[in-house]
């Protein structure tokens, strides 16, 4: 049982690029988020997927896309990357699809910088 | 909406000493409360959880939290440090009804000193 688990770990890119981060979980929940972290700014919600087959916006989702491809996995994709994407990013789940009253369980994280 | 504020954006404690960090948050409900710890390198992990009933919460690690709801807070507590409790700890606010997200504070790092 893994949990949640994120790749890549670091990633570097270049003004413009594009990436696609992965996570998937092995708990069989129906939530999925992605969060940024940025010092003094504690955790901000990019997009979350209450359940299969559903995504919605959270905070801070320009520049972002996400894809729920199935139950266990749901990515996040850097269309073009900019130096004010960079950032540590966290893929979390839960087990209902009522977000605010439940547990997340959180992956290691992915490191990205943007030059 | 509801937020959290966590004032103290890092504390040093001594190794043994007590500890407390401040959680206050802003919801016009009963709110569902979390405390949640990263160590260094490492993803979120909960510390325990307010719903409802007994207002002194115990959770892993021997860390415990007292709501109260006169003065809109949930603060974490441990009699006793161990250097290992060395992280960043935040304290978050979950809403109910329908599908509602959790707000995450910003965070104290906690540093434990010889």
């Known amino acids: 049982n893994a949990g949640v688990t994120q790749t890549p770990k670091f990633q570097v890119l270049k003004t413009g690029q594009s990436m696609t981060l992965q996570c998937a979980q092995d708990m069989n929940h129906n939530s999925m988020y992605w969060y940024r972290q940025d010092p003094g700014m504690g955790l901000r919600l990019i997009y979350y997927?209450?359940?299969?087959?559903?995504?919605d916006k959270g905070e801070v989702p320009n520049g972002y896309n996400v894809s729920r491809l199935n139950k266990r996995e749901f990515s996040l994709r850097l269309e073009s990357a900019a130096p004010s994407q960079t950032s540590v990013y966290f893929c979390?789940?839960?087990?209902?699809?009522?977000?605010?009253?439940?547990?997340?369980?959180f992956g290691p994280g992915t490191r990205l910088t943007v030059l | 909406a509801q937020s959290v504020t966590q004032p103290d954006i890092h504390i040093t404690v001594s190794e043994g000493a007590s500890l407390e960090l401040r959680c206050n948050y802003s919801?016009?409900?009963?709110?569902?409360l979390f405390w949640y710890v990263q160590s260094p390198g490492q993803g979120l992990q909960l510390l325990l959880k307010y719903f409802s009933g007994d207002t002194l919460v115990q959770g892993i690690k021997g860390f415990e939290a007292e709501f109260k709801r006169s003065q809109s807070s949930f603060n974490l507590r441990k009699p006793s440090v161990h250097w290992s409790d060395a992280a960043e700890y935040f304290c978050a606010v979950g809403a109910t009804g329908g599908y509602q997200k959790v707000t995450f504070g910003i965070g104290t790092k906690l540093q434990v000193i010889p």
């Open positions: 997927s209450a359940s299969e087959g559903t995504t």
């Open positions: 979390a789940s839960s087990n209902s699809g009522t977000g605010g009253t439940d547990t997340q369980y």
């Open positions: 919801y016009g409900a009963t709110p569902y």
